[in-house]
């Protein structure tokens, strides 16, 4: 009989120790976003080896800082590239990738109605780049956030810009590329801010800060940040081109049927969840190696990312923005749907899950 008590005893103890532990499990505070100690914007970041490249903004040139982690770059020396000898007024959200040898940094410059892109290439991350070249882009509207990618053996270029010279909205648009700087053809919207999650915050109505990449199907998906920067309710959508779809062919993209990363839950897509720490998350980069998407991760894990947010109960402004690393996911049999257009009504593949 006593053993049978000791026993229950030992039982009762030890349940409890169980019970306890899995109460403070589920109470406990969801782990922190990972903030940066770097209050800037629009980060653009590769791997090449074993170091990560980041570039930004300095406002009047350019800057990249190199690190063994996503983590250290905001600690790692700033080292600018290009100091704009020609004026350029307000040099925007650099981007970074490594083609045929050389670094390539696309940025936008200009006043008003007269930002263009421009480029500028190194044989070395941090020094030795040529003057900054007009990327010739078809039409020659205003134009930003712009890089270059190869997809199926041909170099395209995908950006947001402005249909006439008039700021109503901004457009995704792409073109082919004869060179990292010249286009070839014309260019073609794949994408407008028209669904009604995308135009919570306007005047103007925003698609911008494409980031092209690969899924496990080999389909491209060009990944944009939606509603104002100005605004929490800045956040992530995606567009998938069907499988065998023609990049030019703006009936061949399919887009989220809401914000695939976001802070409000009204305009998250079914199945999404809205952020727990930040507020107003975008303007994100994969961390590709090379910045090429011939490298997208496949299915499983997850890998780092790195985005622009400011944090929970701080005032949403620019000067709040910090740079945050992240992660994402591929995420299987994902329908976007769509009404009213050419083309079937549905497509299904996969679609992304970011992480703070």
Same mark, same amino acid.
């Given at each position: 009989?006593?053993?049978?008590?000791?026993?229950?005893?030992?039982?009762?103890?030890?349940?409890?120790?169980?019970?306890?532990?899995?109460?403070?499990?589920?109470?406990?505070?969801?782990?922190?976003?990972?903030?940066?100690?770097?209050?800037?914007?629009?980060?653009?970041?590769?791997? !090449?080896?074993?170091? =990560?490249?980041?570039?930004?903004?300095?406002?009047?040139?350019?800057?990249?800082?190199?690190?063994?982690?996503?983590?250290?770059?905001?600690?790692?020396?700033?080292?600018?590239?290009?100091?704009?000898?020609?004026?350029?007024?307000?040099? $925007?959200?650099?981007?970074? !990738? #490594?083609?045929?040898?050389?670094?390539?940094?696309?940025?936008?410059?200009?006043?008003?109605?007269?930002?263009?892109?421009?480029?500028?290439?190194?044989?070395?991350?941090?020094?030795?780049?040529?003057?900054?070249?007009?990327?010739?882009?078809?039409?020659?509207?205003?134009?930003?956030?712009?890089?270059?990618?190869?997809?199926?053996?041909? %170099?395209?270029? !995908?950006?947001?810009?402005?249909?006439?010279?008039?700021?109503?909205?901004?457009?995704?648009?792409?073109?082919?590329?004869?060179?990292?700087?010249?286009? &070839?053809?014309? %260019?073609?919207?794949?994408?407008?801010?028209?669904?009604?999650?995308?135009?919570?915050?306007?005047?103007?109505?925003?698609?911008?800060?494409?980031?092209?990449?690969?899924?496990?199907?080999?389909?491209?998906?060009?990944?944009?940040?939606?509603?104002?920067?100005?605004?929490?309710?800045?956040?992530?959508?995606?567009?998938?081109?069907?499988?065998?779809?023609?990049?030019?062919?703006?009936?061949?993209?399919?887009?989220?049927?809401?914000?695939?990363?976001?802070?409000?839950?009204?305009?998250?897509?079914?199945? $999404?969840?809205?952020? #727990?720490?930040?507020?107003? *998350?975008?303007?994100?980069?994969?961390?590709?190696?090379?910045?090429?998407?011939?490298?997208? @991760?496949?299915?499983? @894990?997850?890998?780092?990312?790195?985005?622009?947010? !400011? *944090?929970?109960?701080? *005032?949403?402004? $620019?000067?709040?923005?910090?740079? =945050?690393?992240?992660?994402?996911?591929? $995420?299987?049999?994902?329908?976007?749907?769509?009404?009213?257009? /050419?083309? /079937?009504? &549905?497509?299904?593949?996969?679609?992304?899950?970011?992480?703070?």
């Amino acid at each position: 009989m006593k053993l049978s008590r000791l026993i229950h005893g030992v039982l009762a103890v030890a349940l409890a120790g169980v019970l306890a532990a899995v109460l403070s499990l589920t109470s406990a505070e969801p782990a922190r976003a990972d903030q940066t100690s770097l209050r800037a914007a629009d980060p653009s970041v590769i791997r !090449v080896g074993s170091t =990560y490249v980041a570039v930004r903004s300095t406002g009047d040139g350019v800057a990249v800082r190199q690190a063994p982690s996503t983590a250290q770059l905001a600690t790692a020396p700033d080292r600018r590239v290009w100091t704009n000898p020609g004026n350029l007024p307000e040099v $925007w959200a650099p981007e970074i !990738v #490594l083609e045929g040898g050389r670094y390539h940094i696309y940025f936008a410059a200009g006043a008003g109605a007269s930002r263009r892109m421009y480029a500028i290439s190194s044989t070395s991350p941090d020094g030795g780049y040529t003057a900054a070249t007009k990327v010739a882009l078809p039409d020659d509207k205003w134009a930003i956030d712009g890089v270059l990618f190869t997809f199926n053996g041909q %170099r395209w270029f !995908v950006w947001s810009g402005w249909a006439g010279d008039t700021n109503v909205e901004q457009n995704i648009y792409v073109a082919r590329m004869s060179s990292p700087t010249t286009a &070839t053809g014309a %260019r073609h919207i794949i994408s407008q801010p028209r669904e009604g999650w995308e135009r919570v915050v306007g005047n103007p109505y925003i698609n911008e800060a494409p980031q092209p990449i690969r899924d496990p199907n080999g389909q491209l998906h060009i990944v944009y940040s939606a509603n104002g920067s100005w605004s929490e309710q800045y956040c992530l959508a995606d567009l998938r081109l069907r499988a065998g779809g023609d990049p030019t062919y703006v009936w061949d993209w399919y887009k989220s049927n809401g914000c695939l990363f976001g802070s409000n839950r009204a305009t998250m897509m079914p199945g $999404w969840d809205p952020t #727990l720490h930040v507020n107003g *998350p975008g303007h994100h980069s994969f961390v590709l190696l090379n910045g090429d998407i011939g490298t997208s @991760p496949p299915a499983g @894990p997850t890998f780092p990312m790195m985005f622009h947010a !400011v *944090p929970k109960g701080t *005032p949403y402004s $620019w000067e709040n923005r910090y740079w =945050y690393t992240g992660t994402f996911c591929w $995420w299987g049999n994902t329908t976007y749907s769509r009404a009213h257009v /050419p083309g /079937p009504n &549905t497509d299904t593949g996969w679609g992304l899950k970011f992480f703070e």
